[in-house]
């Protein structure tokens, strides 16, 4: 059957690849998507994990020679720097405690 001239059966395919295309995107981010509302959980400077926050110091030597101190003591601690200006020191949580009184009576060696 012949197309008459001035007849739009030239754009019935493309309109229909456009439309199926846009179905398909449609259903694959809801099949594949998050599934939230785009908010997620900040991971940024107050998720310590499973370690439990001892000490904040100003100078990141001073964290270190606490470090040491913990580790003399036989406390396992890790340093984090969630600013330039601040060391936080961690610890797992059952040696808390320990480390609290440790650091509460720490000195600094200059």
Excluded: C, N
């Amino acid at each position: 059957m012949p197309i008459q001239a001035g007849s739009l059966h030239y754009a019935v395919g493309p309109v229909i690849v456009i439309v199926v295309l846009a179905l398909l995107a449609v259903f694959m981010r809801w099949a594949f998507g998050t599934g939230g509302t785009g908010r997620r959980r900040p991971s940024g400077p107050t998720d310590e994990g499973l370690l439990t926050k001892v000490a904040t110091v100003s100078r990141h030597e001073t964290a270190l020679q606490l470090r040491d101190a913990l580790s003399d003591a036989g406390i396992r601690a890790t340093l984090r720097r969630p600013a330039a200006d601040r060391t936080t020191v961690l610890v797992f949580p059952e040696d808390a405690p320990r480390a609290r009184e440790l650091a509460a009576t720490f000195t600094p060696r200059d």
